[in-house]
């Protein structure tokens, strides 16, 4: 079976989440490929929205925030919306791709390809099995205007608010946000830890602030560092954020041991005792397949919002609306083992840790394993 995964560039998420499904495709012996479709275009094109999207977000978080608010409002009123026809444009480059390397499924962890196959459908183009894959819990602005074969949702109990939305109920599948199989693994917390060369008798927090590396963190770091004990350490992840990196590279605060970015995040949550993140769909539910409690800190307003709320309302992580309350309730967890281990209770029985399994059995019982065939003379109308 031949498996095409399309994402894109802007925030780790949508990535991670598409490598968790190449990962157990090619796992089982079936061909995969995952894409930033962006690329399809050129990769000026993929840099550009990538950059502007992750600028926006580390400088002007409050900006995002009420664009998507407006995106809210715009999905309300408009039948489509120029983020759909935006994306239309790309139907020409991912029906030369598809001519070229045919595929059995299209799977989509991110709205701007759906948007795009959406296009592609209403042409009249023949595509094979579309499965959309929601990465957030939450039904972002534009998932209605979509029409996938499928859509892979976060949790049964957000279907009420998507059906709302328009999508219908027949298409959602309650598998879950997939994330790698490492982070699921049966590795020990003293195997990560010996593997990391960190130290069995200490007590690690992790602080990440995603692949952005967005979010106050310098004060929130600073703040831990002078409230830990000698025994209890601090490791930051900036992800791709090199200001940062090198800001409290030359800080050297007490018992803080900074990295950049990293390609073994699992190991790391599954070697230290408590994280902090910002409410990330993809790095919670790394975080809560991981076992590994939560402190979530300020989201960036809109879906990071809404997924501090399920996580919160459903017992999987801590929060606080200020600096000072997050480093206070997190200390206090970090020597609390009773409730970090309640927290961690409700991680397995409320997170699937086996979605990216689940959505490849899916595809494997709904495709044709057809090749696709491309009507060219409808896209050149």
Same mark, same amino acid.
């Given at each position: 079976?031949?498996?095409?995964?399309?994402?894109?560039?802007?925030? %780790?998420?949508?990535?991670?989440?598409?490598?968790?499904?190449?990962?157990?495709?090619?796992?089982?012996?079936?061909?995969?490929?995952?894409?930033?479709?962006?690329?399809?275009?050129?990769?000026?094109?993929?840099?550009?929205? %990538?950059?502007?999207?992750?600028?926006?977000?580390?400088?002007?978080?409050?900006?995002?925030?009420?664009?998507?608010?407006?995106?809210?409002?715009?999905?309300?009123?408009?039948?489509?919306?120029?983020?759909?026809?935006?994306?239309?444009?790309?139907?020409?480059?991912? #029906?030369?791709?598809? *001519?070229?390397?045919?595929?059995?499924?299209?799977?989509?962890?991110?709205?701007?390809?759906?948007?795009?196959?959406?296009?592609?459908?209403?042409?009249?183009?023949?595509?094979?099995?579309?499965?959309?894959?929601?990465?957030?819990?939450?039904?972002?602005?534009?998932?209605?205007?979509?029409?996938?074969?499928?859509?892979?949702?976060? /949790?049964?109990?957000?279907?009420?608010?998507?059906?709302?939305?328009?999508?219908?109920?027949?298409? +959602?599948?309650?598998? =879950?946000?997939?994330?790698?199989?490492?982070?699921? !693994?049966?590795?020990?917390?003293?195997?990560?830890?010996?593997?990391?060369?960190?130290?069995?008798?200490? *007590?690690?927090?992790?602080?990440?602030?995603?692949?952005?590396?967005?979010?106050?963190?310098?004060?929130?770091?600073?703040?831990?560092?002078?409230?830990?004990?000698?025994?209890?350490?601090?490791?930051?992840?900036?992800?791709?954020?090199?200001? +940062?990196?090198?800001?409290?590279?030359?800080?050297?605060?007490?018992?803080?041991?900074?990295? =950049?970015?990293?390609?073994?995040?699992?190991?790391?949550?599954?070697?230290?005792?408590?994280?902090?993140?910002?409410?990330?769909?993809?790095? !919670?539910?790394?975080?809560?397949? !991981?076992?590994?409690?939560?402190? /979530?800190?300020?989201?960036?307003?809109?879906?990071?919002?809404?997924?501090?709320?399920?996580? #919160?309302?459903?017992?999987?992580?801590?929060?606080? /609306?200020?600096?000072?309350?997050?480093?206070?309730?997190?200390?206090?967890?970090?020597?609390?083992?009773?409730?970090?281990?309640?927290?961690?209770?409700?991680?397995?029985?409320?997170?699937? #840790?086996? $979605?990216?399994?689940?959505?490849?059995?899916?595809?494997?019982?709904? $495709?044709?394993?057809?090749?696709?065939?491309?009507?060219?003379?409808?896209?050149? *109308?």
């Amino acid at each position: 079976m031949r498996v095409l995964i399309l994402s894109c560039n802007t925030g %780790g998420g949508h990535n991670a989440a598409g490598r968790a499904v190449e990962e157990v495709f090619k796992d089982n012996g079936h061909e995969a490929k995952m894409l930033d479709y962006l690329c399809l275009a050129g990769d000026k094109v993929s840099k550009t929205v %990538g950059n502007f999207y992750v600028e926006t977000v580390k400088t002007a978080p409050g900006v995002f925030g009420a664009v998507y608010q407006l995106g809210m409002l715009v999905s309300r009123i408009c039948k489509r919306s120029p983020v759909y026809y935006v994306n239309a444009i790309m139907a020409k480059y991912i #029906k030369a791709y598809l *001519k070229e390397n045919p595929a059995d499924a299209i799977i989509m962890p991110h709205l701007y390809p759906a948007e795009t196959i959406t296009y592609m459908k209403r042409r009249g183009v023949k595509l094979p099995l579309t499965v959309a894959v929601m990465t957030d819990y939450t039904c972002i602005p534009f998932w209605e205007e979509t029409n996938c074969d499928y859509y892979i949702t976060p /949790h049964k109990s957000l279907h009420e608010e998507i059906i709302k939305r328009g999508l219908p109920e027949e298409k +959602l599948k309650p598998f =879950g946000i997939p994330v790698s199989s490492v982070c699921g !693994s049966g590795i020990k917390k003293s195997e990560a830890r010996a593997q990391l060369g960190l130290d069995e008798g200490m *007590k690690y927090i992790l602080v990440s602030g995603g692949s952005m590396g967005a979010g106050n963190i310098w004060r929130l770091v600073n703040k831990l560092s002078a409230s830990a004990d000698k025994n209890e350490k601090i490791i930051l992840i900036c992800g791709n954020n090199r200001k +940062l990196y090198s800001r409290f590279k030359k800080a050297s605060l007490r018992g803080v041991t900074v990295k =950049g970015h990293v390609n073994n995040m699992p190991l790391y949550l599954r070697a230290c005792d408590i994280i902090y993140t910002k409410p990330g769909g993809l790095t !919670s539910t790394e975080a809560a397949v !991981s076992g590994i409690p939560i402190v /979530h800190t300020s989201p960036i307003p809109g879906c990071e919002t809404k997924n501090r709320k399920f996580f #919160k309302e459903n017992g999987l992580c801590i929060t606080a /609306h200020t600096v000072d309350g997050m480093v206070k309730k997190g200390m206090e967890l970090l020597r609390d083992s009773e409730r970090c281990s309640e927290i961690v209770r409700r991680q397995k029985e409320v997170i699937n #840790k086996n $979605s990216a399994r689940d959505i490849y059995n899916f595809v494997i019982e709904n $495709s044709c394993c057809s090749n696709t065939e491309i009507n060219i003379k409808s896209l050149n *109308k």
